[in-house]
């Protein structure tokens, strides 16, 4: 019997590609496991009108971790004309399936390291190691929105809000959409718990909340302030503390000065694509959900429809995402050659993808990587 079942959710489009990649890896490192094949994305949206069916769920209570590749995710109008023609006019509302894996097996901790690997052309700089902690269950993601607006919700903002709402006078409730950004205190500090953990574990010597207290008054104020009071648990890190607008600048001039960031859901989704871009890209994006039943690695780029079938992409986010798992159910062993294989790859130089500016293929970077294992 294998010693590990591991979900896996190759998803839609380049999903299946840096997956199959990623296989070759982890079959030549010795990995082992029962991979149990999980339905999600786009065609089952289609044709079920539902992107992350029952049966999916069932099965990632039963196993010890799961990877998963990319969806494919349209607007509203343009999911319900996806839809086959007998599903079509029953209200269906598609909803992104990884928001709502998140959600459902509380996910509450997204980790997204940017590390740059000596060698890449993309790299920024060379020694950079950022390493992102963004809260994944609440804020404005989590999908409470309104459109048309209800009469009783208007009824109320204009009673807790009348400045505010004055400026709406004359606008029919169908022409008001509404998004709402919803914190909590345990929210807010088991993220940041988790990325002073990290920084202690790790040795970085600050973590760095990024919000913006200063117009976004209550949701990230609460955020600041829950920081502030978790920060005095740890004498030897700095806590800093940064405007959203603020960090992207900083980033891109000093990105050296900093280590651990932690966020809230949308600003750590924004900030974490700009810490990937420093280090070469979505390519080299790696990222792990992670809740305490059951966790999730994927790569944080998208499903790239554009470059369905032609086995192109660069499948390091996703292996390095293997990677992340791999440390998490205590193969830190083997985590480390799969890292240490990586990197050797990209030191060397001798296969790129396109990406990189090269005309290697996907299944090529696999088998140089798989080599070095």
């Not at 049966?55 to 990319?70: C, P, Q, S, Y």
Request: charged fraction near 25%; charge should be negative.
């Amino acid at each position: 019997m294998p010693k590990y079942k591991i979900g896996w959710m190759p998803g839609d489009g380049v999903g299946v590609d840096v997956m199959d990649a990623t296989r070759i890896v982890l079959d030549k490192l010795g990995f082992d496991a029962e991979y149990v094949h999980g339905d999600i994305g786009w065609e089952f949206w289609k044709t079920e009108a539902n992107p992350l069916p029952d049966r999916t769920i069932e099965m990632l209570k039963n196993v010890d971790a799961a990877l998963f590749g990319a969806i494919t995710s349209l607007p509203k109008e343009e999911a319900e004309s996806a839809l086959i023609p007998e599903l079509q006019g029953k209200n269906h509302v598609y909803r992104s399936p990884i928001v709502r894996l998140r959600q459902t097996f509380d996910l509450s901790t997204n980790l997204r390291p940017c590390k740059a690997y000596s060698g890449n052309p993309l790299n920024f700089k060379d020694d950079l190691d950022l390493v992102v902690f963004r809260q994944n269950t609440e804020g404005l993601y989590m999908g409470v929105e309104y459109h048309p607006l209800p009469q009783d919700v208007r009824n109320k903002l204009t009673e807790t809000h009348p400045a505010q709402m004055s400026r709406m006078d004359g606008v029919a409730n169908e022409d008001i959409a509404i998004s709402t950004r919803i914190f909590t205190r345990g929210g807010c500090q088991n993220i940041v718990r988790d990325a002073f953990e990290y920084a202690k574990k790790f040795g970085y010597k600050s973590v760095t909340v990024v919000e913006k207290p200063n117009v976004v008054r209550e949701t990230s104020g609460l955020m600041v302030r829950e920081a502030r009071k978790i920060a005095k648990d740890y004498p030897g890190i700095e806590l800093w503390e940064t405007n959203i607008d603020a960090m992207c600048m900083w980033l891109v001039k000093n990105p050296q000065d900093y280590g651990v960031l932690v966020s809230s859901n949308m600003f750590g989704d924004i900030v974490s694509d700009l810490c990937a871009q420093l280090v070469g890209g979505l390519g080299f994006a790696c990222s792990g959900n992670i809740g305490k039943e059951v966790a999730v690695f994927e790569p944080s780029h998208g499903s790239a429809p554009k470059y369905v079938g032609m086995n192109k992409v660069n499948p390091i986010a996703m292996m390095l995402s293997a990677k992340m798992m791999l440390d998490h159910i205590g193969e830190s062993e083997m985590a480390g050659r799969l890292e240490k294989a990586v990197a050797e790859v990209i030191a060397e130089g001798k296969v790129r993808t396109y990406d990189m500016g090269g005309s290697n293929t996907t299944t090529e970077m696999a088998e140089a990587v798989a080599a070095k294992c």
